[in-house]
């Protein structure tokens, strides 16, 4: 069986807090109105790299740049490629086109809530190893 795979980017600002989205209210989605880190599922050919740029062009309408790959995770029937980048965005100024709302949290907020997709875990990894 092929695993569906996705990828998702860690974006956290100069103060080391995560940005995340708040999913939308829909019983027909995965952890709905929870949550999760911005990203999405791969298309076609395109490469998780690909897939990442895409998918924050189409969430909040910003070109990543230059971004960092931090590791792949197998989780439930998905493959996780999982990137980050270290940006300060003006959460007033930054369109938000799926999901309810933007949010910066730090290491102890998150710790409050249980994240979509297990990102909690993923989270934890990403605090020991690179913040």
């Not at 990137?83 to 799926?98: A, G, V």
């Amino acid at each position: 069986m092929n695993k569906i795979q996705g990828s998702v980017i860690i974006l956290f600002n100069s103060n080391k807090q995560i940005l995340l989205v708040l999913r939308d209210d829909k019983n027909y989605i995965p952890f709905p109105n929870t949550w999760n880190l911005l990203g999405g599922f791969l298309e076609n050919d395109e490469s998780p790299e690909e897939c990442i740029r895409r998918e924050i062009r189409e969430e909040i309408e910003i070109e990543l740049g230059n971004i960092n790959f931090f590791q792949k995770y197998n989780i439930y029937d998905r493959e996780h490629y999982i990137f980050w980048k270290q940006i300060d965005l003006d959460l007033t100024q930054t369109k938000l086109n799926e999901g309810q709302r933007l949010a910066y949290f730090r290491k102890d907020e998150l710790d409050k809530h249980q994240l979509a997709f297990q990102c909690n875990y993923i989270l934890n990894d990403f605090f020991s190893q690179i913040l």
